[in-house]
């Protein structure tokens, strides 16, 4: 069984998903005071189509969600996420 972890990484501004201890997924953000907007979404093409991406976007939207910030989906695949989880749907600006 593989040991999959989620990482908010500060430093580098992007949420990371970690497999067996390698990254293969990451979101990239900025933020601006309440607002954070969410850029780009990769997962390593050896990877794709097992849900990694899914997974990193609920860890995205839920810890931004938690802190009580808003969100700003600018990467297409986060904002049709949305569009299918609309428990999201509250925290989302335009």
Known sequence: MSDTELVKNDDDKRYELHLDGERIGSIDWVRDDLVVELLHTEVDS???????????????????????????PTCSYVARHIESNPEYG?????
């Open 46 to 72: 050896a990877h794709g189509g097992k849900g990694y991406a899914a997974m990193l976007a609920d860890f995205a939207l839920s810890d931004i969600r938690d802190a009580g910030l808003t969100v700003r």
């Open 90 to 94: 509250s925290i989302v600006v335009e």
